[in-house]
């Protein structure tokens, strides 16, 4: 049994050493060269540097050896960058978001997909501004190529505009004058609290005036045909989200 393994051992090996293998580069697709280098015959290609030696040849088969040399590598040291600006106060509108990006790939371009969508619909805007305090998500596509092939690299970022301020203060004068240049209730800033409730009570806790939108042109206390002495008032300005006002007014002749 031996001896017949053998034998068929022998013979198959005499038959592979019996062809003829042409000069190639195994996985490569492009043109082969040949050269001699230190009286070896050397097979190389254009496409990827994959040089081929040529070590030993018998009846005229060619014993090769390969040397697959790695793909080029790029490492780019882009970084892309939220700066968030907070808002002054809880009802303003006037945070921002900017989004910086640093190193960028030659030849790219960027796209940015905020959300809401409807802050930026063509994905073209690289800041946004007049934000009111909340939590966005912006996910910035940078396009760029290397050779032939196009590489997309991803960034996502959650940015909180905050509000460090709480609501805004409201400015409340404390003096009317019923005949002078301030005879009404002025409060500054309460035309940024549209649903504010103003309400007026006297010295026993009676109340003379509530309203919504109060403002200082024609939604007023107290209006001019109105009958209201000189003494001490009391206030309640109920701006919601947990602001409250609460003090007194002194009114003059």
Request: neutral net charge; contains cysteine; charged residues 20%.
């Amino acid at each position: 049994m031996k001896k017949t393994l053998l034998i068929i051992l022998c013979f198959c090996a005499g038959y592979n050493m019996a062809q003829s293998i042409s000069p190639s580069v195994i996985n490569s697709g492009g043109k082969t060269s040949t050269t001699t280098l230190n009286s070896q015959t050397v097979y190389y290609t254009d496409n990827i540097g994959e040089a081929v030696i040529g070590t030993g040849s018998t009846s005229g088969s060619i014993l090769t050896q390969g040397f697959l040399q790695p793909d080029m590598m790029v490492v780019n040291n882009t970084s892309v960058t939220p700066i968030p600006g907070n808002v002054s106060c809880s009802d303003r509108r006037d945070g921002f978001i900017k989004m910086i990006i640093d190193n960028p790939p030659k030849g790219y371009s960027v796209e940015f997909f905020w959300k809401p969508d409807t802050l930026c619909p063509n994905n073209d805007c690289s800041g946004i501004d007049s934000l009111s305090q909340g939590t966005y998500t912006v996910y910035t596509v940078i396009t760029y190529f290397i050779g032939p092939n196009e590489k997309k690299d991803y960034y996502e970022h959650i940015v909180n505009i905050l509000d460090n301020n709480g609501v805004c203060n409201l400015k409340i004068y404390s003096g009317i004058t019923l005949s002078g240049g301030n005879s009404k209730f002025t409060i500054d800033n309460i035309e940024l609290y549209p649903d504010a409730e103003v309400s007026i009570y006297n010295r026993w806790g009676v109340k003379l005036f509530s309203t919504k939108k109060y403002n200082n042109v024609d939604n007023y206390w107290p209006k001019k045909d109105e009958k209201v002495t000189s003494g001490t008032y009391f206030y309640v300005i109920d701006a919601g989200k947990g602001k409250v006002n609460k003090s007194w007014i002194e009114v003059f002749e």
